[in-house]
């Protein structure tokens, strides 16, 4: 089940076209990381789902209601983390939480329980009566994802959930939104650490002036974007040697004194091939892997194009 969906959303602030006919859809269990780079309208695209900024056209549906006809109510169904929280850095951490819990409607027992259990979860309770003036940034912004679950909303949009954070409180922060998928909820995140959004994503959609560019897992994008994989052959001598008989089976894109790359569309047939023609030749085979590609080298292609 779609819990979010767009169609052709877009918005303009006066000629300037920031978001342009975004269509997308977000499952219930599932992560889709928003990229790209600055000012290529993934905030503005996030404000509008959550009933903040009115489309200019389009629409938008969060779990089935309207972000315009029912802003109210998408506003209570959604967690939203800004990349600039901007906390009330006079009030004590916990008062601060319990102001928005109850503007979520809670109960002040209910609030109590579920403040208890976030700040116990982010490694702040002891510090629940300081002012947030006095917090580091790191513990600012766990405080804000707190404030953003407070409700355990159904639909979590997150625009740099781990930024300032020291690599411990990164960690718990990812392992969170990892135990947050669930089959009753869904996840936008937006974040310049593509290793994160790698790591956490089922799909990625890259954005670039306002339109999405590229959408799919992120195997779905290195295949498309980069070609078949490509792998390497170490061997425990000189290449040399090998060659003539190596090059009748395989197209050599890079090579070194004792190792080799190559790409092929049938890794199934041409590898058991290869390693029977290395054995014959008497080589001694140490590895035959895929080369790594990361997310980073779909990002750059796209955006570089």
């Known amino acids: ?49 959550a009933s903040i900024l009115k489309p200019t056209s389009g629409t938008a549906t969060v779990a089935g209601y309207d972000v315009v006809n029912d802003a109210r109510t998408v506003r209570g169904l959604v967690g939203l983390l800004t990349e600039f929280p901007g906390l009330y850095h006079r009030m004590p951490a916990a008062e601060y939480l319990h ?32 002012r947030l003036g006095e917090y580091s940034k790191g513990m600012r912004q766990k405080i804000a994802l707190i404030r953003a679950l407070i409700h355990d909303p159904q639909i979590l949009f997150l625009d740099e959930p781990t930024s300032a954070m020291d690599p411990h409180s990164a960690k718990m922060v990812r392992d969170a939104i990892v135990d947050l ?34 959408l799919g897992t992120p195997l779905e994008l290195k295949m498309r974007l980069l070609g078949n994989p490509l792998l390497e052959v170490r061997l ?50 140490i590895t035959l892997s895929e080369v790594p590609r990361s997310l980073e080298d779909v990002y750059l292609r796209i955006v570089e194009e």
């Open 99 to 130: 102001f928005f819990g109850e503007l979520q409607g809670m109960s002040r027992p209910e609030r109590e329980s579920r403040i208890e259990e976030l700040m116990r979860r982010f490694g702040m309770w002891e510090a629940r009566k300081q």
């Open 1 to 49: 089940m779609s819990l979010i969906r767009t169609e052709t959303l877009t918005k303009k602030f006066g000629e300037f076209v920031a978001v342009s006919e975004v269509t997308l859809s977000v499952e219930a269990g599932e992560i889709l990381a928003l990229l790209g780079p600055n000012g290529a309208g993934k905030t503005t695209t996030v404000r509008m789902l």
């Open 181 to 214: 998928r669930s089959s009753r909820r869904a996840i936008i995140l937006c974040t310049h650490n593509l290793v994160e959004a790698e790591g956490l994503a089922d799909r990625i959609a890259i954005i670039k002036e306002g339109r999405i560019v590229a």
């Open 236 to 285: 425990g001598e000189s290449l040399d040697g090998l060659l003539p008989g190596i090059e009748g089976l395989v197209t050599i894109e890079e090579k070194g004194e004792t190792w080799f790359r190559y790409r092929t569309n049938s890794p199934g047939e041409i590898n058991p091939l290869l390693v029977h023609r290395l054995t014959e030749e008497g080589a001694s085979l």
